[in-house]
DNA sequence: CAGATGCTATACAATAATGTATGGCAAAAA
DNA sequence: TTTTTGCCATACATTATTGTATAGCATCTG
């Protein structure tokens, strides 16, 4: 019956930086050193944001404080303003004079380990300012949200507010090495391939699911080796594990590699260089932007990516 | 060749706040109001992001500041920073103890004025303290951003860090006004309905892609008015336009309302209550929670939903 | 044209936030 | 046990942030 004010608070969103250490750190000592200030602030921080809350947020103790249940549930929103306010930083540096600042981009593990290195190395030579954040994942990072910059992706995409340029096809067939096809024959139908072990994903993504609405056959039950990361699934190719879906021109590097039922099997993604129309006007963004673009143009039209 | 430190500032974040509202005010002034500082201090905040961003945000002039590419770039991380700073003081309030503060809920457009407005309306008088915001929307909105605290949703939730009840199925089907059915007649088959005005909507949402699935007539080219709004379908149904999807239970409480063609075309729209599981441990959010829970259960088991 | 209004920029005073120094306490190490 | 270390809490000094008051400059209005 004895309500506390829950009305608009209006807080500092610094208090919420500080807390979010203290969240972190453990202690009101370790947050005020990785914050650069000192621990009675952070101290009076932390109990300035329980008494506005009208709640406790840690339990003090010696070793240090530990977190009530509602600090952890607001851990999640408060981590989520720290990555836009480094989002945020990271959009003005690139609108300063000069190519300089940071930029975080985000591909396939694939992509990202074997096609982006060299873009990225001439791009950093060619503007020794910039800097770049590689984030590596299957899962479409939210450029809305500004996890990334700028995106790399295998899908078309659907929003109107994003700049985004077609780079050309990247084919992709199934391969084995050639002590597993020694052992195992080299298949000469779809049906063949019942009888051998195939590498799949395990959780199924946007681009597996167009896959399957053009092969059939290429579902997570028929796969003896699931495994999401599509690096892991390429080392399972070169080891020998079994037959698996890979880049055309990674396989044609690697003379052990030889592909398999690649007139019947035979995928091109179509892939997009993605980026937050508000990004435009910053030089930083659009010179990483075109750079890429251009490289990965150069990728998708090497011979190694033409063979039709 | 000048290259200004774009390395991490490490500024408050109480500068992005300031920056947001001069952004949204157009001036100092208006932004000190609104922020209830006073005009020099605001001021000093952008002069302050400025020279640590090292670009120029507004172009002064006497009439007010005019935002550069630079500050309308950045205008949505401020914005999304502000909305999570929000959801975090909501997320706090209702941890502290009493049931009372503020929860934001989404919801469909139709169920949002058709069907909440009495639940929510039981809940407020059992819990005076308690607030509620409804975002009323079609597109989901997202529960991990906390753009919403809970979601009333037909879809099945597929995130796992979602608390989601299943609250029962609301069913769905053509009707139309007796005005119209006695202009253009009744039709008795899927067939007639292609000489007869249907409403539909203008852009696919997933639930309507489930429709299609089961009835593949029902596609955006074969309707003669487009609309998205559910409530403005309801009410073009309502004036006699045409033929139009709604839910049994609200057309049976127009008694000039008809059912068309009910035994061929009906869908039953499974429908969820999903919270952030974080937020479980909240006393206020978990009794809005059950409190929608319990509401949706009593008004899909009505028997007006109960048609078979 | 004079007067009002609304805005920004600057100088100075008041206030609020931060840092420094210290004490107390518990757990780990000697 | 004694010592050391790391932590939080408090009192006091310092700094930095904010508010007040004012001037200057445009635009709009009668």
Redesign the interface.
């Known amino acids: 019956?004895?309500?506390?004010k829950?009305m608009?608070?209006?807080?500092?969103?610094?208090l919420?930086?500080t807390f979010l250490a203290v969240l972190e750190e453990g202690s009101l000592s370790a947050a005020a050193r990785s914050l650069?200030l000192t621990q009675p602030t952070v101290g009076r921080h932390i109990s300035e944001?329980e008494s506005a809350?009208?709640?406790s947020l840690f339990t003090r103790s010696q070793t240090g404080l530990l977190p009530?249940?509602?600090a952890?549930?607001?851990q999640?929103?408060?981590q989520?303003?720290r990555g836009?306010?480094a989002?945020?930083?990271r959009?003005?540096?690139g609108?300063?004079?000069?190519i300089?600042?940071?930029v975080r981009i985000s591909a396939s593990e694939i992509v990202g380990v074997e096609v982006l290195p060299p873009i990225l190395a001439g791009l950093q030579a060619a503007h020794p300012?910039l800097n770049f954040e590689l984030v590596l994942s299957n899962k479409v990072q939210d450029l809305?949200?500004?996890e990334v910059d700028i995106a790399v992706r295998m899908t078309a995409p659907k929003q109107e507010v994003l700049l985004a340029t077609r780079v050309g096809d990247i084919p992709v067939a199934l391969h084995a090495h050639q002590n597993y096809i020694e052992r195992h024959g080299l298949p000469t139908s779809l049906a063949d391939l019942e009888s051998h072990v195939l590498i799949g994903y395990d959780q199924e993504t946007p681009y597996l699911r167009a896959a399957r609405a053009a092969y059939p056959f290429w579902s997570r039950a028929n796969f003896a080796l699931r495994c999401d990361s599509d690096l892991a699934q390429l080392a399972l190719i070169r080891a020998g594990a079994g037959i698996g879906i890979c880049q055309v021109a990674l396989a044609q590097k690697n003379p052990h590699l030889v592909p398999v039922l690649s007139e019947l099997f035979t995928l091109k993604l179509t892939t997009w260089v993605v980026m937050?129309e508000?990004?435009r006007?910053?030089t930083r963004f659009m010179t990483t932007f075109k750079g890429l673009v251009q490289g990965l143009r150069q990728y998708t039209q090497t011979p190694m990516n033409q063979v039709k």
Chains 1, 2 share one sequence.
Not at 1 to 4: F, L
């Open positions: 019956m004895y309500g506390k829950c608009l608070e209006n807080l500092r969103w610094d919420y930086r650069a944001l809350l009208g709640l009530t249940d509602a952890r549930a607001l999640d929103d408060a989520a303003m836009i306010a989002a945020l930083e959009t003005g540096c609108f300063s004079a000069g300089c600042g940071t300012g809305l949200r500004r937050n508000g990004l006007n910053s």
